[in-house]
Each structure stands twice: as C-alpha cells, then as structure tokens.
C-alpha cells in the first residue's frame, strides 16, 4: 500500500500553512475577515452538500455532539 498522496497532501498544507503565516501579517483586518467568512461559507456548503448523502443520520448526529463537546472540554477556539 502506498502511502505517496498522504505524503504529498500532508507536505501540502504544511507548506501552505507556513506561506500563510509568512504573508498573513501583510493583509489588512478587513481582508482577513472576509477570507475568513468567504471559508466559513464555503465549509458550510459543503457539509449541506455532504449532509444530503447521509443514510445513518443518528451516527451523523451522535458525531457532531461528541466532537461539539471535545472542542469545548478543549477550549479548542481560536
């Protein structure tokens, strides 16, 4: 079993996050507010899109409570 597109995708982010760090600090706090709602809309979409498909909709429900809670016991908030 190869393992070469996890090794690509996590290399990826790794190098997409680090760009976005680095040139993160020369966008105004406007710009950054609505990349960060323009994302939040579109991971909202998908998971309305995601969420029609679904055949075990208690399992769906029971997941989404249990990470709910994790977050929160976290504080996992950014």
């Known amino acids: 079993m190869s393992l070469t597109g996890t090794l690509v995708n996590t290399r990826a982010i790794i190098?997409?996050?680090l760009r976005g760090v680095s040139s993160g600090k020369g966008f105004p706090e406007r710009i950054k507010t609505i990349m960060v709602q323009a994302?939040?809309?579109s991971i909202l979409l998908v998971g309305i899109e995601r969420a029609r498909a679904v055949t075990d909709l208690i399992v769906t429900i029971s997941c989404m409570l249990f990470s709910a809670i994790t977050g929160e016991l976290l504080?996992?908030?950014y």
């Open 75 to 77: 504080r996992a908030e």
């Open 15 to 17: 190098a997409g996050g």
């Open 39 to 41: 994302f939040g809309l």
